[in-house]
């Protein structure tokens, strides 16, 4: 049976297009009947790429979501750029001219090219601090109420964001893979973003975590609904030999997985086998927001997946 493409996102990062070739993809995408559209976040400098353009995450979501009319637009907000007053300020301005269209996804950021821009990295343990201390000030503000707070991180002196959203609320999207992280999905997110491939035996690991850090709150996990890109290739042949080093230049986050447990869950085959494989994956996983991973790709390659995925999805 076919999926419901409406929970289907479609993921463009890499800096891989310059502006008019995403504005196209994104268009593409909403008129095809995706869900959302994922772009590259807060990443300040791509290293080797260097002179490729890179566009600022924040700025390319807002612009993309006033440009169409339906489609959600997310990008990953990495909490040392952002001042916690200004990120709750920006998203509940974007929420009160844009309801529902954005996605906010937060993560604690791992990229060692943030220190050539002054930014404050810090090891894991700091990151994740800050992240919580972020997240608690953002839920807060967005609530209305006037915080003053004197962190590890977060420090606020009587901050009031106006306007506030709707209920007082924005959904948080939250990448996690380990306990410490998944402690702070458990506290603040809406949906897990699974920063994992779709591998049954780690996600359940990663899930048994984050439900052991729900019941300490006392919060039910099945509140909390799971996101995950799923990398997918278009191949009339039904495979291809460069698909597992494409995927590992992409993703270099889960170099200590072993190709044997990648290749298997790598979409990859003629139009209706890849979809098919996408259903499947993410069932496997929980995850009933899917995104088709599409980094890389140039754009017309983009433009013949999304048709295709659209078509048999």
């Known amino acids: 049976m076919a999926g419901e493409v409406g929970s289907l996102g479609a993921g463009f990062a890499w800096h891989t297009h310059r502006w008019k070739e995403l504005l196209d993809l994104v268009r593409r995408s909403e008129a095809l009947g995706f869900g959302a559209a994922w772009v590259d976040g807060d990443v300040s400098m791509l290293g080797r790429r260097s002179e490729a353009e890179v566009l600022d995450g924040w700025t390319t979501t807002t612009a993309l979501i006033a440009s169409t009319r339906r489609i959600a637009v997310g990008s990953m907000r990495l909490v040392h750029h952002w001042n916690a007053a200004r990120l709750a300020q920006a998203t509940a301005t974007v929420e009160r001219l844009f309801p529902g269209r954005q996605r906010v996804l937060v993560s604690a950021g791992d990229r060692p090219e943030d220190a050539h821009f002054g930014l404050p990295l ?3 343990a700091e990151r994740v601090t800050r992240l919580d201390e972020t997240l608690a000030a953002v839920r807060a503000l967005w609530r209305g109420e006037t915080v003053s707070c004197a962190g590890e991180h ?11 959203p709707p209920g007082g609320r924005i959904p948080l999207w939250v990448a996690a893979r380990r306990p410490r992280m998944l402690a702070v999905v458990a506290r603040h997110a809406d949906v897990w973003e699974v920063n994992l491939p779709p591998l049954p035996d780690r996600v359940e690991a990663a899930a048994e975590a984050l439900g052991t850090a729900c019941r300490t709150l006392g919060r039910d996990p099945a509140e909390i609904e799971r996101s995950m890109w799923i990398y997918a290739r278009i191949d009339p042949e039904g495979g291809s030999s460069g698909a597992l ?6 993703n270099p986050w889960f170099d200590a997985i072993p190709d044997r447990e990648i290749r298997p869950v790598l979409a990859i085959g003629p139009a209706d086998e890849c979809a098919a494989r996408l259903r499947e994956l993410a069932g496997s996983v929980g995850v009933g927001w899917p995104v088709v991973d599409l980094s890389g790709l140039d754009a017309a390659a983009s433009r013949r997946h999304l048709d295709a995925l659209a078509s048999n999805f």
Do not use: I, M, N
């Not at 977060?154 to 506030?164: G, Q, S």
């Not at 080093?245 to 992409?250: K, P």
């Open 122 to 124: 810090g090891p894991p």
């Open 154 to 164: 977060v420090r606020l002196d009587a901050a009031r964001v106006r306007p506030t």
């Open 245 to 250: 080093a494409e995927y590992r230049r992409l």
